[in-house]
C-alpha cells in the first residue's frame, strides 16, 4: 500500500509559478513510476506528466511542454511538478498518481494509487 499526500497547490497570477510536490509513503518508491493527472468538474481527469520508474523516461502532455517540470527524489520519497508560465486554462485540481513498474504513463487506468487532489487556480 501506497499513501500519497500532494501540497503546493493555491492561488496565482497568470504568467506566475508553482510547484507542487506529491510526498510517498513506504520504501518502495523507486519502484513506481509516477505521473500528474490535472481534473476541472465535468470533465475527464487529463494526464499532465510522468516520470519512470527507471527516470529513464520523462513524458508531458503537449500543452504543458516546455511550461512544466517533472522530477523526482527517490530519497525522499517525493515527485515534483515545476509549473512556470501558469495559464488560466492550467486551473483545475492536481493529482499525483504511483504505478508499478508502469512502461506507460498518460492512462489513468494504469496507475495504482492516487492522492487526494491539490487545487491550482491561476487568475487572469
Known amino acids: 500500500q501506497v499513501q500519497l499526500v500532494e501540497s503546493g497547490g493555491g492561488l496565482v497570477q497568470a504568467g506566475g509559478s508553482l510547484r507542487l510536490s506529491c510526498a510517498a509513503s513506504g520504501r518502495t518508491f523507486s519502484r513506481y513510476t509516477m505521473g500528474w493527472f490535472r481534473q476541472v468538474p465535468g470533465k475527464e481527469r487529463e494526464f499532465v506528466a510522468a516520470?519512470?520508474?527507471?527516470?529513464?523516461?520523462?513524458v508531458y502532455t503537449d500543452s504543458v511542454k516546455g511550461r512544466f517540470t517533472i522530477s523526482r527524489d527517490n530519497a525522499k520519497n517525493t515527485v515534483y511538478l515545476q509549473m512556470n508560465s501558469l495559464k488560466p486554462e492550467d486551473t483545475a485540481v492536481y493529482y499525483c498518481?504511483?504505478?508499478?513498474?508502469?512502461?506507460?504513463?498518460?492512462?489513468?487506468?494504469?496507475?495504482?494509487?492516487w492522492g487526494q487532489g491539490t487545487q491550482v487556480t491561476v487568475s487572469s
Open positions: 516520470k519512470s520508474w527507471s527516470g529513464a523516461a520523462t
Open positions: 498518481a504511483a504505478g508499478l513498474y508502469r512502461r506507460t504513463y498518460s492512462s489513468a487506468g494504469e496507475y495504482d494509487y
